[in-house]
């Protein structure tokens, strides 16, 4: 059998409603069949905070902090947590539901593609295990967020993989349930989060853990990537996506 | 009169509730339920929270719906599941 070609997209850093218009954009134009399971590595330029689908956003973020500190907000259209990207990588996956090496079930299927990212990971020397539902660690501390949608028989994995973190910035930016405690909780994140910069020191680029990625992507679905570019359809859906959902008030405040 | 619960499920996620409550016929008038939760179809959740309205804040009752609406939409939970969105709705306060 033919090693299956797959595209790979590098389009880097962008603002948070380009990068999540951009990501449902490619899910509409790989459930046309318009582009092939797509590997998409990005970064966000301002840094941004990220809600999950069902999190109420003024509950979860400063948004006064968030314009202080020049810092983007924007809802995804995947469940999870609220994340602050700074100094991450961050990937998005897309691919047919039916896809033969995608589990019909949810569970499994965020397995298979958190160990993408963990064989990616191997690549730059750093070794990770996965922690159910949606993290990595490393040394028992989280490396990786990740969140999957499902539309149109498509599935979006996203996620994040941490080259640093600024733990005391991130808790300017996000509420915690109870100001009373949040230097005990800012305390407790330090000790269960690591970054790339922590476990290899600063002697490794964006471009090193992209190209890491893409391996642990080939290596796990025995793939080879094509470099790719969005297509002229993907970017209008794109911009469409921008300004009617992710860069919308109502979208970004729908709960 | 408005309530709220945060509720951390056992080995699972957050789940945030915002009610409001009728008290004079004693029924839930509008909820939201949030979180840090997986759900799919993502849409399922505000299906279930128009569902909602209207109805008592009995346990029971409550979880029995809930089901029955997971079970007839097809909807997957995950880090959450019927009984511990009843849970944290019956915690609110």
Known sequence: MMTEEW???QTGFLSA???????????????????????????????????????????EVDLTACDEEHIDYVRRITGGGAVFHEDEVTYSFVINEKHPQ????????????CLAIMNGLDFLGVKSTYAPINDILVNNKKIS????????KTVLQHGTILTDVDVDKMFR?????????????????KERVTSLTHELGSDFSFEDVSNALKKGFEETFDVTFTDGMLT????????????TTFGSKKWNHQR | MKMKSVYKVPDGKLIKI?????????TIKSITIAGDFFAYPEESIQQLEQLLQGKPLDEKKLETMIKDFVKDNQVEFIGVSPASITDAIMRCK
């Open chain 1, 145 to 152: 967020g990740n969140a999957q949608t499902r539309k149109q």
């Open chain 1, 232 to 243: 002229d359809e993907e970017k209008k859906l794109a911009t469409s996506f921008q300004k």
């Open chain 1, 173 to 189: 930016l996000l509420k915690v349930p109870n100001e009373k405690i949040k230097g005990k909780m800012i305390a407790n994140v």
């Open chain 2, 18 to 26: 915002f009610l409001e409550y009728n008290l004079p016929v004693k």
């Open chain 1, 7 to 9: 595209r790979l997209l």
């Open chain 1, 17 to 59: 409603a380009e990068n999540m218009a951009i990501d449902r954009a490619v899910l509409v134009a790989h459930s046309k069949g318009y582009v092939p399971p797509t590997v998409r590595l990005y970064g966000w330029n301002p840094a941004a905070i990220s809600i999950g689908y069902f999190q109420q956003l003024t509950e």
């Open chain 1, 102 to 113: 995608i589990s019909k079930n949810i569970l499994e299927s965020y397995k298979t593609i």
